[in-house]
């Protein structure tokens, strides 16, 4: 299984809104990392965890805040929000990390923020 | 300070061709190069991943080169289908600190 699933696929939210992200992998991957693209744009980094500790913050709003309840799991707690925080927002997990291994990416959560 | 380049910013060409996307950066010391596809409004799937130690990778209709030396990588694809028709990302991982830089992006358009 090669997969990293996430949920919701599409989430639209007001700006007082609190919502979470999921993403999920069972390849025994120890990085996770959360992504946040705009349209036409690459991929910027958010937050990377190793080993469930997050060991990079690439210094992103606190409205945002992860979490890596364990080994498989990833979330991004989202809270006032706003409307140039919407874009496409994607996990990824590695072998082991940070990006010394071959990344492996979800579908990505539609993100709206009205 | 990284920069990785990708030219051109998208390309046209008819079914069945042969045909190479570009990836240049500006500092050689990386330690891994890959290469990604991304369908419009969808996740990233790896294509091949390139150690800084090796000259190419292979996978099915794909080849991806590697020249540390003069900073380049490209990405061969043989017998082009519509189906290949998506934005290719070259991202590089550098040696000091790990980051993943990414270039712009190609926008390929197969023509059936």
């Known amino acids: 299984d090669t997969e990293v699933t996430q949920t919701p696929k599409h989430l639209v939210m007001g700006m007082t809104n609190k919502k979470s992200l999921k993403c999920e992998q069972h390849m025994g991957h120890r990085a996770m990392y959360w992504y946040k693209q705009k349209a036409k744009k690459p991929p910027e980094l958010m937050f990377v965890?190793?080993?469930?500790?997050?060991?990079i913050n690439e210094s992103v709003p606190s409205r945002f805040s992860p979490e890596c309840p364990n080994s498989s799991l990833l979330n991004l707690h989202l809270h006032a929000l706003q409307p140039e925080d919407s874009a496409l927002y994607l996990c990824?997990?590695?072998?082991?990390?940070?990006?010394?291994?071959?990344?492996?990416f979800g579908p990505g959560t539609r993100l709206t923020v009205t | 300070k990284q920069e990785v380049t990708q030219i051109p910013a998208a390309l046209s060409v008819p079914e069945g061709e042969n045909l190479v996307l570009n990836c240049s950066f500006t500092d050689s010391a990386i330690y891994n190069l890959q290469w990604f596809r991304q369908d419009p409004g969808k996740g990233l799937t790896s294509l091949l991943l390139?150690?800084?130690s090796q000259r190419e990778q292979t996978s099915g209709r794909l080849n991806a080169s590697l020249d540390k030396s003069s900073g380049r990588s490209t990405l061969y694809i043989a017998a082009s289908q519509p189906g290949d028709s998506a934005t290719y990302l070259c991202a590089v991982t550098m040696d000091s600190n790990y980051q993943l830089i990414w270039g712009a992006g190609t926008k390929l358009i197969i023509k059936p």
């Open positions: 390139i150690q800084s």
């Open positions: 990824a997990s590695s072998q082991e990390g940070p990006f010394t291994y071959e990344q492996y």
């Open positions: 965890y190793s080993y469930e500790k997050l060991s």
